[in-house]
């Protein structure tokens, strides 16, 4: 697929998956998308589908995009994007892109790599409400509180601000409504991350873990946290005491981090 997407135009995307529910006998698979005008592959109020083996090359906007918050269960695997890029035709986050733009954390991403790009290479941006027309068709769903999927053997290099963002806050509980404060552990495991501004950064969010991830040659930061304690989302009992224990807290394990090589 190549000179796709209409700019300007909501939902004329290349590959576009608009609220179907779920698809767990559906799939993309080892295709090609490039130099396209408005994303690569949207997948919008669309459950268990899976996207493997894509290569994405010199695309406008976020590449793979979760766009409401509700999207569970997909399969991102194995997929390469290649200088993803700004685009001032649709949304904020498209101005900011990220090759991977994931907005609910209850998704499997894993062998995934990213090559250059503008702005981010994978951003969890978790708000504590679904966009969209999903908002009215879920009123008590809250994308934040979701339990984590499954993040694992991904690579980023040479975008221009974080390798992985995570953004604006997380808190993952067991059972993910919008009342559970018992927490759930979100497990980043085997990220390289290199020649970024930043390697991975996440604000906000408790029970977090970054565990044989290897970052280096990063401009400003390998790992950064900004963490808000008293934050008044994260204001319950069982998630505030996550924050200084190993098991079920923030944590950074077995991983390597390298200023300059």
């Given at each position: 697929?190549?000179?796709?997407?209409?700019?300007?135009?909501?939902?004329r995307?290349?590959?576009h998956?608009?609220?179907?529910g779920n698809?767990?006998?559906?799939?993309?698979?080892?295709?090609?998308?490039?130099?396209?005008?408005?994303?690569?592959?949207?997948?919008h109020?669309?459950?268990?589908?899976?996207v493997?083996?894509?290569?994405?090359?010199?695309?406008?906007?976020?590449?793979?995009?979760?766009e409401?918050?509700v999207?569970?269960?997909?399969v991102?695997?194995?997929n390469?994007?290649?200088?993803?890029?700004?685009?001032?035709?649709l949304?904020?986050?498209?101005?900011t892109?990220?090759?991977?733009w994931?907005?609910n954390?209850?998704n499997?991403?894993e062998?995934?790599?990213?090559?250059g790009?503008?702005?981010?290479?994978?951003?969890?941006?978790?708000?504590e409400?679904?966009?969209?027309p999903?908002?009215?068709?879920?009123p008590?769903?809250c994308?934040?509180?979701?339990?984590?999927?499954?993040?694992?053997?991904?690579?980023?290099?040479?975008?221009?601000?974080?390798?992985?963002?995570?953004?604006?806050?997380?808190?993952?509980?067991?059972?993910?409504?919008?009342?559970a404060?018992?927490p759930?552990?979100?497990?980043?495991?085997?990220?390289?991350s290199?020649?970024n501004?930043?390697?991975?950064?996440?604000?906000m969010?408790s029970?977090i873990q970054?565990?044989?991830?290897?970052?280096?040659?990063?401009?400003?930061?390998?790992?950064r946290?900004?963490?808000?304690i008293?934050?008044?989302?994260?204001?319950?009992?069982?998630?505030?005491?996550?924050?200084?224990?190993?098991?079920?807290?923030s944590?950074?394990?077995?991983?390597?981090?390298?200023?300059?090589?």
């Amino acid at each position: 697929v190549f000179y796709a997407g209409q700019a300007f135009r909501l939902g004329r995307y290349p590959v576009h998956f608009h609220m179907n529910g779920n698809m767990n006998l559906s799939y993309i698979k080892s295709s090609s998308i490039h130099q396209t005008f408005n994303r690569a592959v949207n997948i919008h109020a669309t459950h268990y589908l899976t996207v493997e083996n894509i290569v994405i090359y010199n695309v406008m906007g976020g590449a793979i995009f979760l766009e409401d918050g509700v999207e569970i269960g997909n399969v991102l695997r194995g997929n390469l994007a290649v200088f993803v890029r700004t685009s001032s035709s649709l949304l904020n986050e498209d101005v900011t892109p990220a090759a991977f733009w994931v907005t609910n954390p209850n998704n499997t991403v894993e062998h995934n790599a990213v090559a250059g790009g503008t702005h981010f290479g994978y951003w969890y941006r978790m708000l504590e409400t679904p966009d969209g027309p999903s908002f009215a068709m879920y009123p008590s769903f809250c994308p934040h509180r979701q339990p984590f999927g499954r993040f694992f053997n991904n690579s980023v290099h040479s975008v221009g601000r974080f390798g992985v963002w995570i953004f604006p806050e997380y808190a993952p509980t067991i059972g993910g409504s919008c009342s559970a404060d018992s927490p759930y552990q979100a497990v980043f495991d085997r990220l390289t991350s290199w020649r970024n501004n930043r390697g991975i950064e996440w604000v906000m969010s408790s029970t977090i873990q970054i565990r044989n991830t290897v970052v280096f040659d990063n401009h400003d930061t390998g790992i950064r946290c900004v963490t808000a304690i008293n934050h008044q989302s994260l204001n319950r009992p069982n998630l505030r005491n996550t924050f200084y224990f190993e098991n079920n807290g923030s944590s950074v394990i077995n991983s390597i981090i390298i200023g300059d090589t």
